[in-house]
């Protein structure tokens, strides 16, 4: 913003990046929370209960993985080239900048 440049786009992302982020700390949260309910058990006392809660770990664990895959791709496919874009217009008028400030008598 402070070299002219609209970052629109990249606040936009930010704000989406910002939800997927916060997404996977809530399925961690409930994935750490199932391993401990399931770390309570006993499987010898309980065991269709156990059976219950290590599916629930095993279906909580799959939603932390893929919300970390989220925030990792979305990174990588809109994150990164957006700023590679925005760093390149800064690079470009930078550079009329100069030149215009070279050819001045």
């Known amino acids: 913003k402070a070299k002219g440049i609209d970052t629109t ?3 936009t992302d ?3 990046l910002s939800t ?3 997404t996977f700390n809530t399925d961690l949260a409930t994935y750490k929370q199932s391993v401990a309910d399931l770390k309570a058990l006993d499987c010898k006392t309980n065991p269709d209960a156990f059976k219950a809660a290590l599916q629930t770990s095993r279906t909580n664990r799959e939603k932390v993985r893929a919300g970390d895959q989220a925030v990792q791709t979305y990174l990588k496919e809109t994150i990164k080239p957006l700023l590679k874009t925005l760093r ?3 690079d470009t008028e930078e550079k009329k900048n100069e030149n215009k400030a070279g050819c001045t008598p």
Request: net charge negative.
């Open 9 to 11: 786009q990249l606040d």
């Open 20 to 22: 997927k982020i916060e």
């Open 14 to 16: 930010i704000a989406t």
């Open 88 to 90: 390149d217009k800064v």
